[in-house]
């Protein structure tokens, strides 16, 4: 998620301006040098040293652990919301609710996990 904000260059314009939208008073000067300090963070924990596939697959290998567990469960643990599900929600809506169209985004809008994370949306009145 996080390199396809900050890294990729196809997605980085979109999310430069859906960022300065929500923040004006951050110059762009300053999101530009936010950028350059990830491109350099992701080379030195290694994931800026993949290809992009790689490293989208990587994530989308990561959604699909969370589908296996989820099955076909209304929750992770069944019926009822648990503190595990607000942890993958804060991980999916910042994916789904981006108006970005990213690899990771296409996989979890033809998943169920599309369902998942509105549900968990609707239960905290979002």
């Known amino acids: 998620m996080s390199y396809s904000r900050w890294q990729d260059d196809q997605f980085w314009p979109l999310f430069k301006a859906e960022f300065l939208k929500q923040l004006p008073e951050l110059s762009e000067t300053s999101l530009e040098q936010i950028r350059k300090y990830n491109i350099e963070k992701y080379h030195y924990q290694g994931i800026g040293r993949y290809f992009p596939k790689d490293i ?71």
């Open 56 to 126: 989208y697959q990587s994530g989308i290998d990561d959604l699909q652990a969370i589908l296996h567990i989820l099955e076909d469960k209304e929750f992770i643990f069944g019926s009822s919301i648990h503190t595990l599900d607000a942890c993958c929600y804060g991980f999916l809506a910042n994916i789904v609710y981006l108006n970005i169209e990213t690899p990771l985004k296409e996989f979890i809008l033809d998943t169920p996990l599309k369902n998942y994370t509105h549900r968990i949306r609707a239960l905290l009145n979002y």
